[in-house]
């Protein structure tokens, strides 16, 4: 809001510099964001917070000046009008809607220039000027905070008021030229046939003054924040009324705010007042609470050391009315315009406010123990991050919205998705129900910038109807590392770079129970993906891209690679702390053999087969090499693998080694198929 | 004195400069060491000599003996060395190294987890909420009513699910972490002292300073004394561990509808532009918050702070666009 510190002189005698009052604005919690001029004018541009309505004007910042500087307010005295005997007639309808409603019909008007004065004043605070009547209603809601409004008065069909909600699909033009639609939701002002205003925002097209305005009706009045707000916000539409209503006015100056204005139209426009209605429905809003607070209980809170005169000064110097009780207590009544103070955490707050913050003094808090025990998963999700780093992934964070359009590129619009209902573009429809459209962007982005080798992870949520899951994503491309001794300076990865990757980082934090079975995948080459299965559940997915989706993205390298975690079932599963399994003091028989199995086996099916014969004395199966050349069947391919015999508890006879292995060998070639080469 | 040391001294080091190759060396040594060369000459001469002469000339002609023999092994390795380099492959050490090169994490994980621990630090446990959250936790819970102007601060993004709580209500992304006071406060009782990380999503236009998403740090800490002093204490403790002693900082009233008193937190350093900049918001949890939650009337009291991730980040790093966090540009990743 807007404040001109020649208009707020005539209030309060300042006596400091323009920029050191704006400084003490802002400690005070008026924060004056832009101070300007204007023809010799200090403009101050202050950010009222939502709880000062208050504040929303010249009176009221004078106010909080005075309080802060301890200066005397000079406020223009109020004006004595004689309220004639003529009563106009005013209805309100909707007594939750509007508490009161101030009519004042001045007759003979003349409609002239606005004193140059308060158009200087207008001007300055950005207020243009447009006839003398219009302008004092101006003038008025900015010196007081209180919205009026003027119409006039011979176009008001029956010449009278009604306060009622308006009509389903009633309509009205409003003097912006636009013609709005209503409903039952929105309070208008009617006359005897139609709405003249939408109450509190903005006044009809039919009913403004003009030049050639006789007569005026002038409206003062406390209408409901809530039902404001609501009929603001479904028609877009704001005014400096709407904001101040919304926020809630000071039901204690919708009279004095009238009146003024009344002594300045029949001074400034002359004409005479001759009727006259203030209409009140229900006293809730005009109730003002009653806060027992004591001077130690402030001092005890905020940390200070305030004497009980101090204290006192602060609350009078903020217009509060303060009560002596018992043993100290005082009872703390707040002017009607301070709405916002209801309690006694709101007392501290303006003790502290006036004297400073900068006042109370600094402790640390004597922490001695908190009854919530931190979350396991930060712990292992750093864990988990450190190893992704480790295998040379850059960590990355992207939006967890996405457009449609993406879900269809990377193939995944089977997925049910959450989506957004009111997003700002459609980049941020959809929530995304994986982390692949977003890594995908990220490479192609960095392919675009001429990177080739790229590795990079991230942990975030993906969204479903079922909530939100945190996920692990690996993605990689290019060079496994550069190596200027190779060929091409460095090989290229493949799947397998990308699997042992996965499975070192995430082994740091579980020992993998799953397995890594081949699927058919539509986002993954044929043969080169699969999903992680632990039992009977699908935990996460990897493979080699399919290159429809890597051309979609506009990734024109075709070998890229990509996995996805499931981390909430990681996290439900993990052991802590690991088991220990005692290290063997005897030595380790080695027998390698060499297979020629058909391409239709899985490596995972020999596997299973191996450890479906539960041999205690085998301690460990590794994989050496894979043969596909010439030297061997065009169906089969040849395997070699590494078995371990080893005992914790004794050395093994070469007898009982030959006997077990030679009993699995002979299983494999049974059950795989596989010959011995 | 029979023998001049000092001249037999210089002209050892003559002779063994001309040395180049073994069969020098050899000569060398038969000139100085062999059976008829000089050393031996020199423990011939003792019998000749007085007996004040006699253990001093000892003394000298032993020390030459190992000086001798130190300078023969010393030229050995240096003349074996030379023909072995020789005949050595072509190798440059300075060629560059070939490494596995480690991962960078994200400025911003890095961020949360430096100041998360400064918290941990100073006794505080680290807890997370979900982003999706019903209108009650982000609002009414926090003391912000629904048709009230403190929303105004909290564009929030619906989603098209109904909240199970409340079927006329539709779920939201989070707009603020506070809402993780609620959840906090709801399943536990004081003492609490906890800080929540977590993304946050409000409809903003994108542009160098607004992000539709970005990252707050909550801090919420509940017991049966604490006071307004404690709050200033404990971000001013912060401020100077994460930006370092040079930071001058100033607590200026403020309004959140979860709070009261509130405040917001501007930091400026000593030695920079004179400038405030806004860092966080905090204030002491408004009573209605603990109503809201169960809490009996005025048992306790609390302070709560938050912060923006990315703001405190580019602050520190100087970071002018808030876009570069979530375009994930290698060149920016691998400065971290």
Not at chain 2, 287 to 302: C, I, N, S, W
Request: a neutral charge; one cysteine or more.
């Amino acid at each position: 809001m807007k404040i001109s510190l020649n208009w707020l002189k005539d209030y309060v005698a300042v006596g400091i510099p323009g920029k050191t009052l704006a400084h003490k604005f802002s400690m005070a919690g008026m924060e004056v964001e832009r101070i300007y001029s204007v023809d010799g004018d200090m403009i101050f541009e202050i950010e009222v917070t939502p709880n000062r309505a208050d504040c929303l004007s010249v009176l009221g910042i004078a106010r909080e000046a005075a309080a802060i500087l301890g200066k005397k307010k000079e406020f223009p005295p109020l004006s004595k009008i004689k309220w004639p005997s003529k009563k106009f007639p005013v209805t309100i309808l909707d007594k939750e809607g509007c508490q009161q409603y101030i009519a004042c019909v001045i007759e003979g008007v003349d409609m002239d220039k606005t004193p140059l004065w308060m158009t200087k004043r207008l001007k300055s605070i950005g207020v243009r000027s447009i006839n003398n009547v219009v302008d004092i209603a101006n003038f008025c809601l900015m010196e007081t905070g209180q919205p009026l409004h003027a119409f006039d008065y011979d176009k008001l069909s029956g010449q009278k008021i009604i306060v009622r909600r308006a009509h389903a699909g009633e309509t009205i033009v409003t003097i912006d030229n636009v013609e709005r639609t209503l409903d039952p939701s929105i309070l208008v002002i009617a006359d005897a046939r139609q709405a003249v205003a939408i109450a509190g925002i903005m006044g009809g097209k039919g009913t403004e003054v003009t030049a050639q305005t006789k007569n005026i009706l002038l409206e003062s009045a406390y209408f409901n924040p809530i039902l404001i707000r609501r009929a603001s916000r479904k028609l877009g539409l704001s005014s400096d009324s709407s904001y101040r209503f919304e926020r809630g006015v000071d039901p204690g100056s919708v009279k004095t705010t009238a009146e003024r204005a009344v002594m300045l139209i029949l001074k400034n426009a002359g004409g005479l007042l001759v009727q006259a209605a203030d209409v009140r429905v229900g006293k809730k809003h005009m109730e003002k609470p009653v806060i027992s607070v004591s001077c130690e209980a402030i001092n005890s809170f905020l940390g200070v050391q305030l004497t009980s005169a101090e204290c006192q000064r602060i609350f009078t110097s903020l217009d509060f009315v303060v009560d002596k009780g018992d043993k100290g207590v005082w009872h703390v009544c707040p002017p009607s315009f301070r709405r916002d103070v209801v309690g006694q955490e709101d007392l501290m707050e303006e003790v502290a406010r006036i004297i400073g913050y900068e006042e109370v003094p600094s402790r640390l808090p004597c922490i001695s123990a908190t009854n919530v025990a931190p979350d396991p998963r930060r712990q292992l999700r750093n864990q988990l991050k450190i190893q992704c780093q480790a295998q040379g992934f850059d960590e990355v964070v992207s939006y967890s919205m996405i457009h449609r359009s993406d879900l269809t590129k990377a193939k995944l619009d089977h997925l049910p998705s959450l989506r957004v209902v009111n997003p700002l573009s459609q980049d941020q429809e959809m929530m995304r129900p994986s982390l692949f459209p977003s890594l995908l962007k990220i490479v192609q982005m960095n392919m675009n910038h001429g990177e080739k080798d790229l590795k990079f992870f991230e942990t975030g949520k993906i969204y479903m109807k079922e909530g939100e899951r945190e996920t692990l994503a690996m993605i990689m491309a290019g060079t496994r590392t550069q190596d200027w001794r190779k060929p091409q300076g460095g090989e290229e990865v493949d799947v397998y770079d990308l699997k042992g990757a996965f499975i070192e980082s995430v082994g740091s934090i579980q020992h993998p129970q799953w397995v890594v079975e081949p699927q058919e995948l539509p986002i993954f080459e044929p043969r080169q993906g699969a999903v992680i299965r632990d039992d009977d559940k699908h935990i996460g997915f990897l493979g080699k891209i399919n290159q429809t989706i890597l051309q979609q993205f506009g990734i024109k390298q075709p070998h890229v690679f990509y996995a996805e975690l499931d981390l909430e079932a990681v996290y439900s599963t993990v052991q802590s702390p690991p088991p220990f399994a005692s290290l063997s003091e005897y030595p380790a028989i080695v027998r390698d053999v060499s297979l020629a199995v058909p391409k239709s086996i899985f490596y995972q099916d020999v596997l299973n087969v191996i450890h479906r014969q539960h041999i205690p004395i085998l301690s460990k199966v590794r994989f050496v090499e894979q043969y596909l050349g010439e030297k061997i069947a065009p169906d089969r391919r040849g395997i070699v693998i590494s078995f371990i015999y080893q005992s914790s508890e004794r050395t093994l006879t070469e007898q009982e080694v030959n006997t077990a292995h030679e009993g699995l060998v002979q299983t494999l070639a049974r059950d795989c198929s596989a010959m011995i080469r | 004195m029979a023998w001049d040391f000092a001249q037999i001294h210089q002209g050892v080091h003559q002779d063994i400069e001309g040395v180049h190759d073994l069969q020098a060396l050899e000569a060398f040594r038969i000139k100085y060491l062999g059976k008829k060369g000089l050393v031996s000459d020199i423990f011939d001469s003792l019998p000749r000599l007085s007996p004040e002469e006699k253990p001093l000339v000892g003394k000298q002609v032993n020390e030459l003996r190992n000086l001798l023999t130190q300078l023969i092994n010393a030229k050995k390795d240096e003349v074996q060395q030379t023909k072995k380099s020789a005949s050595s492959p072509f190798f440059d050490v300075t060629l560059p190294g070939i490494g596995w090169p480690v991962g960078h994490r994200h400025i911003l994980s890095q961020a949360i987890d430096e100041i998360c621990g400064l918290f941990e630090k100073l006794g505080f446990a680290v807890m997370e909420g979900p982003e999706i959250e019903s209108e009650e936790n982000n609002f009414e819970g926090l003391n912000i009513p629904a048709d009230h102007p403190s929303r105004d601060g909290f564009d929030t993004f619906y989603l098209d699910v109904a909240d199970p709580g409340d079927k006329t209500k539709k779920l939201l992304l989070r707009s603020h972490t506070s809402p993780g006071q609620v959840r906090i406060m709801k399943a536990h009782k004081p003492p609490l002292a906890v800080i929540i990380p977590g993304k946050v999503y409000r409809p903003d236009a994108v542009d160098a300073s607004h992000s539709f998403m970005f990252h707050q740090i909550e801090g919420l800490l509940v017991a049966d004394d604490v006071k307004f002093f404690h709050l200033k204490g404990l971000l001013t403790t912060f401020c100077q561990r994460f930006f370092g002693p040079d930071i001058q900082m100033r607590f200026r009233p403020h309004f959140f509808p979860f709070t009261e008193p509130s405040a917001e937190v501007d930091i400026s350093w000593k030695h920079g532009k004179k400038e405030w900049l806004e860092i966080m918001g905090c204030g002491m949890v408004h009573p209605a918050v603990f109503k809201a939650v169960g809490y009996p009337e005025g048992k306790y009291t609390g302070l709560a702070f938050g912060l923006g991730v990315e703001r405190i980040a580019m602050l520190r790093y100087g970071i002018q666009d808030i876009r570069v966090f979530f375009e994930n540009d290698q060149r920016f990743l691998k400065q971290f």
